[in-house]
């Protein structure tokens, strides 16, 4: 599958240079001031395509299994910032945190493997690694993520925002993340329930922690947390909605095994 060689050839290259167009045209035309940032996810697809949308400007990538992730990192260049998407199982925690370049882990959903990527961080590193916690807005089984919060008081996801801000000092909790069904899009337009639940629990979150005592600085980015939201399908509706990160694999690299 992934081809550790990192050569794109140059139609190849011309390819993903014009979807990038594309979705970067399209990422700004639905932004209002700050345009959020673009993770070009390149699960099962090979090395040299990342290196092609490098070679592009690309800098953010999104990676959904570990050894994938490991395959790929140390023969590609070391200023991409990782972002791991996928499901986090403890076990694997240690490997994913001793990538260097690895920017973020959307996908945290339990004190026990925040424990262990804190744990897993080598003291080389020099900035904290940025988690952001999963959140199950549309309540299906097959996603993944903690519920979402229709008040402040204690609940699995601020006992486990707490955890990361006070006993995690080698992770920053930068926001939450969330995938969302996608019925939310279709059937009301524009605007989709489970990412307007993901801004009203970020809403919450923020002001459980500043009621804690958990302040600023160590969580989020110039005093807030960062919504990780939009992929394919639904990323113009996720920035309406203020997404911050969106994470897109199809409109750019094609569809996928
Ligand atoms: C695969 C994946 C994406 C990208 O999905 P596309 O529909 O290909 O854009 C985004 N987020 C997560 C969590 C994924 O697993």
């Not at 199982?89 to 959307?106: D, E, F, M």
Request: charged share 20%; with cysteine.
């Amino acid at each position: 599958m992934a081809s550790t060689s990192t050569t794109c050839a140059p139609e190849r290259a011309a390819e993903l240079a014009e979807s990038l167009n594309s979705v970067r045209a399209r990422v700004t035309a639905a932004s209002r001031d700050r345009s959020p940032t673009l993770v070009a996810v390149s699960k099962l697809k090979p090395a040299s395509d990342v290196q092609g949308c490098y070679q592009h400007g690309q800098r953010d990538f999104g990676e959904n299994y570990v050894q994938e992730l490991c395959d790929k990192a140390p023969v590609l260049p070391e200023d991409i910032r990782w972002h791991f998407i996928g499901t986090l199982q403890s076990n694997k925690a240690k490997t994913l945190a001793s990538i260097p370049n690895l920017y973020a882990v959307h996908t945290l959903n339990s004190t026990k493997a925040a424990t262990a990527l804190n744990k897993g961080v080598p003291d080389t590193r020099a900035t904290p690694l940025n988690v952001l916690i999963q959140v199950n807005t549309s309540g299906e089984d097959s996603k993944s993520g903690l519920p979402p919060l229709t008040t402040t008081s204690s609940s699995e996801l601020v006992d486990l925002a707490r955890h990361v801000v006070t006993d995690c000092p080698k992770l920053h909790l930068l926001g939450l993340m969330t995938i969302g069904s996608l019925d939310a899009s279709l059937n009301e337009g524009d605007e989709n329930k489970d990412f307007e639940t993901l801004t009203r629990t970020r809403d919450l979150l923020q002001e459980a922690l500043r009621g804690s005592g958990a302040d600023g600085g160590r969580w989020g980015e110039d005093g807030k947390l960062l919504l990780s939201m939009g992929m394919s399908s639904d990323f113009e509706a996720a920035i309406h909605a203020g997404s911050a990160i969106v994470r897109v694999g199809t409109s750019i690299f094609g569809s996928r095994k």
